[in-house]
């Protein structure tokens, strides 16, 4: 292999991993956001319920996810606002079904 193709070959191969760090580093940064507490926990408050008591509620795992819908909508600001005045879910939402299945009556 001659020097110009190993040149090239690192030079590639630099840059993919340049550009998958800065697509990391702007995921981190989205997810750590304004350091507000995610809409999904005032949510949950407006329920009465607690991250642990809706954890047992729909397991770990189904609150995992619901987290990290939360973390990457794009309605968070809005969101802020709505538990602020004490609205309800948006049906934006993408935890919504998450919510109405805490409307439902409880056996």
Same mark, same amino acid.
């Given at each position: 292999?001659?020097?110009?193709?190993?040149?090239?070959?690192?030079?590639?191969?630099?840059?993919?991993?340049?550009?998958v760090a800065y697509a990391l580093a702007i995921?981190? !940064? &989205?997810? %750590?956001?304004? #350091?507000?507490?995610?809409?999904?926990? =005032?949510?949950?408050? !407006? &329920?009465? %319920?607690?991250? #642990?008591?809706?954890?047992?509620?729909? =397991?770990?795992?189904?609150?995992?996810?619901?987290?990290?819908?939360?973390?990457?909508?794009?309605? =968070?600001?809005?969101?802020?606002?709505?538990?602020?005045?004490?609205?309800?879910?948006?049906?934006?939402?993408p935890n919504a079904g998450l919510f109405a299945?805490?409307?439902q009556p409880r056996a």
């Open positions: 292999m001659s020097t110009f193709m190993t040149v090239l070959l690192a030079a590639v191969l630099v840059t993919a991993v340049a550009v995921a981190w !940064q &989205h997810a %750590l956001g304004d #350091g507000a507490p995610l809409p999904l926990y =005032g949510m949950l408050k !407006q &329920h009465g %319920l607690s991250v #642990g008591e809706a954890s047992d509620e729909f =397991g770990t795992q189904t609150l995992a996810y619901a987290m990290r819908r939360c973390v990457y909508c794009t309605y =968070g600001g809005q969101c802020q606002q709505r538990i602020a005045a004490g609205q309800s879910v948006p049906i934006h939402c299945r805490l409307t």
